[in-house]
């Protein structure tokens, strides 16, 4: 599929060819040289032959329904939010469409411009215009729908653009790899942009708030990761090259995760309940305003029960505890240290306490059930009486280990054995995982410098496909395209 198809609108000729390939595909010669590479090359052939079929009857349907004058009126009038004072009709053009399977379309569309009020002999009489035929359907950039979320969807969940086009390609969408980046990157704009439009109604006070939380048992887990951003040096450009050097610095993109548990603890996975999965790389304040958009938008106040769990990170426990009370959570809501972080500390305070293997194993076995029974003062005073057996180095890190459990308890984040008895994860495995997919997969790497506009769009789009939300999150995209008249 390497040259476009342009195509007929005529579905009896395109499947009298398509019926001509295949049965000469589905054709039984030369039996003696059938093996697995042979089979694999006719199912491809089959694949591809059908896809340009899908294409064929894509390009029809669009044909039909740029013919149809109710359609036409329909997209001048749902599109008439992106209308200005001084748009008017401007006849019709020729506007090129791209299908599945490489099939490409010729429509000759309405087409409408904004006069400027006072033009003047320097000025184009017209401004730039638009076809609202292809912007209430989502297709100013000459791709179909499906064809343009495809390209988003690959662009973002592929371990590199050009990973993503070739299997673009095996969709029959052969396009530039230049291109594959900017519709990625503009359809993920998109995406921030109606993000930001909830935050806006969010400060406003206009944010709607959904009962879909109501009655439920809800998981908010946040962790950060980290991403080498790209930052300009200042000074002047380089005389041979025209360019402004850069450095790559180390940012932490800081990520959450909602879910919400069966009585018996088990993640919900069966898509009543969506998955909400985000983050951001502007800091915790933004965060903070994204993560309470969230739960205001799915009705955290009306949950059964909730449970905050995540590392030891100091500004999640001086902030999102506060969020939590300001938007009424239940009286069941529980904060929890992640349980194996807290372990892993332990571990590091047998490592320096013991200088045997045994010995520190069977320590930290020990240490690990006295606080998964919620026994963790009784824990540090044992931890109390090494420290004062120790000296110099040895001293600083069971201190600084002991600290850490000391500074969890204070702020009552080691209620395991309550938490455990309620059937709740002690554990922040899901955002964990989320990180390692959305950030570790595919933006973090020496090698890897990411302008931050571009690190937030990818951010944002992978946490989507992770979260099965995809095909919700593509409708608001195309929902987006209707501007409302009083926007």
């Known amino acids: 599929m390497k040259n476009s198809i342009y195509s007929t609108f005529d579905l009896s000729k395109s499947l009298e060819q398509f019926q001509e390939k295949v049965t000469k595909l589905l054709e039984l010669t030369n039996i003696s040289e059938w093996d697995g590479r042979f089979f694999k090359e006719r199912e491809e052939k089959i694949r591809e032959s059908a896809l340009i079929l899908a294409g064929e009857c894509t390009a029809l349907l669009l044909h039909k329904l740029s013919k149809s004058q109710e359609f036409l009126d329909k997209a001048m009038q ?5 209308w200005h004072k001084t748009t008017q009709k401007h006849g019709c053009k020729k506007r090129q469409i791209l299908t599945i399977g490489n099939v490409e379309l010729s429509l000759k569309l309405p087409y409408v411009v904004e006069r400027p009020t006072q033009p003047n002999k320097n000025q184009k ?51 530039s790899l230049k291109r594959i980046e900017r519709l990625t990157y503009y359809f993920g704009k998109i995406g921030i ?15 709607p708030t ?9 998981i908010i887990a946040v962790d950060g990761g980290r991403t080498r951003i790209r ?18 610095e180390w940012i932490e993109p800081k990520l959450l995760t909602i879910y919400v548990v069966n009585e018996q603890g088990e993640k919900i996975k069966n898509g009543e309940i969506p998955i909400t999965n985000d983050g951001t790389y502007s800091g915790f304040e933004v965060f903070l305003q994204i993560l309470e958009m969230y739960l205001i938008n799915l009705g955290i106040s009306q949950a059964k029960q909730v449970l905050l769990i995540a590392d030891g990170a100091d500004w999640i426990w001086i902030h999102i505890p506060r969020l939590l009370k300001k938007l009424n959570c239940p009286i069941q809501t529980y904060q929890l240290l992640d349980f194996y972080h807290a372990a892993s500390h332990l571990q590091d305070f047998a490592d320096a306490a013991f200088s045997t293997k045994d010995e520190r194993q069977q320590w930290f076995k020990k240490a690990r059930k006295t606080l998964k029974k919620g026994q963790a003062l009784a824990l540090m005073r044992n931890m109390d009486e090494f420290i004062h ?16 459990i000391l500074k969890a308890y204070r702020r009552r984040l080691l ?25 570790n997969l595919r933006m973090k790497g020496n090698s890897k410098f990411w302008l931050k506009d571009h690190a937030e769009i990818m951010l944002h789009l992978r946490c989507q496909w992770i979260a099965k939300t995809w095909d919700n999150f593509c409708d608001s995209i195309f929902n987006s395209f209707i501007k409302p008249i009083n926007a």
Do not use: H
């Open 231 to 248: 930052i300009n040096n200042k000074g002047r450009r380089k005389v041979k090259t025209n360019r402004v050097g850069y450095t790559g």
């Open 389 to 404: 057996e120790a000296t110099g180095e040895r001293l600083k890190i069971l201190v600084r280990e002991r600290n850490y």
């Open 210 to 218: 959904k009962n879909v939380l109501k009655d439920q048992r809800v």
């Open 415 to 439: 209620k395991y054995n309550e938490v455990a008895s309620q059937k709740l994860p002690l554990g922040s495995g899901a955002v964990e995982s989320l990180i390692r997919q959305v950030v």
């Open 125 to 175: 009489s017209l401004q730039t215009g638009f076809c609202p035929f292809l912007r209430y359907l989502g297709m100013s950039e000459g791709l179909t729908p499906g064809v343009f979320s495809k390209i988003a969807q690959y662009g973002a969940i592929a371990g590199s653009f050009e990973a993503a086009r070739t299997t673009l390609i095996d969709w029959g969408i052969n396009i």
């Open 78 to 82: 749902q599109t008439q939010g992106w």
């Open 193 to 207: 942009d109606l993000r930001q439009s909830k935050l806006k109604n969010l400060e406003c006070g206009s944010l």
